[in-house]
């Protein structure tokens, strides 16, 4: 016999069928709703509460949506802004956690970010990829 849960996540399942459902845009809207929200609640600023109630509108729109192929190239278009911005911030703090002991510079003929030991002066660099030497201070 199946419990009340069951039927409940068994009609959910048919409702959701052939609908979009939740993505990486989705999850930014409902974050940007969420801190206009507050800002709002601590301002008492009406025009921000109106907002964010209009971005939780057009989130639920998306996640419901039938139309696939449309969902799917608005958060594709938003990855593409997205992912370089999120890349570097998270590349330049865990380089900053992880690496204490070391300093980056990037090849001037190739652009390859090189790292090389802090504390040891003037040394001269040999990039492994395109073979230029430089001299940096570390």
Sequence with gaps: M???FDRLRERLNRFMTGRYGADHLGLCIIIISFVFGLIAALT???IL??????LLGWEAFRFLSKKLSARRAENDRFLTF????RTGIKDFFSKEKRDKNYKYFCCPSCHE???VPKGKGRIRITCPRCGQRFEKKT
């Design 2 to 4: 199946k419990g009340f």
């Design 44 to 46: 008492g600023w009406l």
């Design 49 to 54: 509460t109106l907002l964010a109630y209009g």
């Design 82 to 85: 997205w992912w370089p911005i």
């Design 113 to 115: 970010q090189l790292r």
